[in-house]
Every structure is written in C-alpha cells, then in structure tokens.
T-cell receptor, first 115, second 116 residues
Framework: AQTVTQSQPEMSVQEAETVTLSCTYDTSESDYYLFWYKQPPSRQMILVIRQEAYKQQNATENRFSVNFQKAAKSFSLKISDSQLGDAAMYFC????????????FGQGTRLTINP | GAVVSQHPSWVICKSGTSVKIECRSLDFQATTMFWYRQFPKQSLMLMATSNEGSKATYEQGVEKDKFLINHASLTLSTLTVTSAHPEDSSFYICSASGTGISGELFFGEGSRLTVL
C-alpha cells in the first residue's frame, strides 16, 4: 500500500523568492518513483520533476529541485526564483516500479505567487 | 511525444442518461490506463485501472456498474457513466503508461461532467 501526505494546503511566496513544498510518503514497495505534478487553472496535469528512489542524487529540472530523504520518506520540492506562472496546485505522488502500478497522489498544495 | 487526448473536454447531460468519455494515446501504445476523478479543490482519486484486452480493476467504493470502463485497444480507453445523477458531476481525468516509458504517466486534458 502507498500513502502520500502533503501537510501544507496553501503556500505563498514573493516573486523571485524561493519556496519549498513538503511531502512525506509511505510505501511497501522496494523500488518506486516519486513525482511532483503541477495543475494550473486549466487543470492539465504537468510533470514537474521525477525521482527514482534507487538514485541517491536529488533530481533537478532548471528552477525545480527536490530534497529526497529516503530513510525519512520525505520528498520536498524547492522552487527557486519563483515566477507568476508557477502559481498552481502542486501534487506529490508515488508509484511502484514493478508492473502496472497506480500513481497515488497527496492532497495537494496550492501555491500563490505574490508580485 | 507521449500525448494523451481526452474527449469531450466538457459535457452536460440530463439525469438518467449515459455519457461516454474517451481517452486516446496519440503517439504511443498504452498498455495500462488509469481513470481518476477530481472534486473541486481536492486531489485526484483513482477510480480504476484498465489493461488492454482485460477487465478493469476498480478501487474500493467505486461502482463497477455505474462507471463502465473499456480498454479495447492499445490506444483507446473509454469511461461510460451510466444513468448519471447530479452527484456524478465532477472532473474526470485519464492517464496512460506505455511499455518502455519509465515510470511517468501521461495525462489527458480532463473532462468536466455536469449532470442536470
């Protein structure tokens, strides 16, 4: 079984500043993926960043990076140089690697960017 | 690459009628597709998992007879909401995974269903 928990329903940050969104998870899988998805007002799900759990190195994608703490089962997202276009709902998710595993989402964090 | 198209993007229907939503993988073969439901300001809730050519696996609490899922080909899955009621009004999102695409699921644009 998998569970994903996002304890911050809402976050806000000043434009150009840095913000960190928190996520913890629990899984019985020995190997798995972790994701951050962005859902803007259009409601299209957009992949922000992906982390393979067997990799110790934290994933980075331009202004987005993660802090993956496997032992603590923590997977936070850091957004640097926040831009107005970053405003959206952000969902943390996990998925087992073996077979056709489902993607389990956290509750989501609504991020507001203040100009 | 890895585009998933969902149709219709929005639909309004009368109570008691059935509505079909299509989910297509345009440039890859989707061995598995997932159907999610999302209420306003909430997360995505998995309804069912469908594998091509076999019966869908429904999550606990999801009515199989109300939400019919068919995955007849490697590029198409359909969700039919039968005898729709106002409480079925929601945002439905499909996602797909294919062979050789590591881990990531690709999402359709979603379909907003309103039942009057």
């Amino acid at each position: 079984a998998q569970t994903v928990t996002q304890s911050q329903p809402e976050m806000s940050v000043q434009e150009a500043e840095t913000v960190t969104l928190s996520c913890t998870y629990d899984t019985s899988e020995s190997d798995y993926y972790l994701f951050w998805y962005k859902q803007p007002p259009s409601r299209q799900m957009i992949l922000v960043i992906r982390q393979e759990a067997y990799k110790q190195q934290n994933a980075t994608e331009n202004r987005f990076s993660v802090n993956f703490q496997k032992a603590a089962k923590s997977f936070s997202l850091k957004i640097s140089d926040s831009q107005l276009g970053d405003a959206a709902m952000y969902f943390c998710a996990s998925r087992g690697i073996q077979g056709a595993q489902k993607l389990v989402f956290g509750q989501g964090t609504r991020l507001t960017i203040n100009p | 690459g890895a585009v998933v198209s969902q149709h219709p993007s929005w639909v309004i229907c009368k109570s008691g009628t059935s509505v079909k939503i299509e989910c297509r993988s345009l440039d890859f073969q989707a061995t598995t597709m997932f159907w999610y439901r999302q209420f306003p300001k909430q997360s995505l809730m998995l309804m069912a998992t469908s594998n091509e050519g076999s019966k869908a696996t429904y999550e606990q609490g999801v009515e199989k007879d109300k939400f019919l899922i068919n995955h007849a080909s490697l590029t198409l899955s359909t969700l039919t909401v039968t005898s729709a009621h106002p409480e079925d009004s929601s945002f439905y999102i499909c996602s797909a995974s294919g062979t050789g695409i590591s881990g990531e699921l690709f999402f359709g644009e979603g379909s907003r269903l309103t039942v009057l």
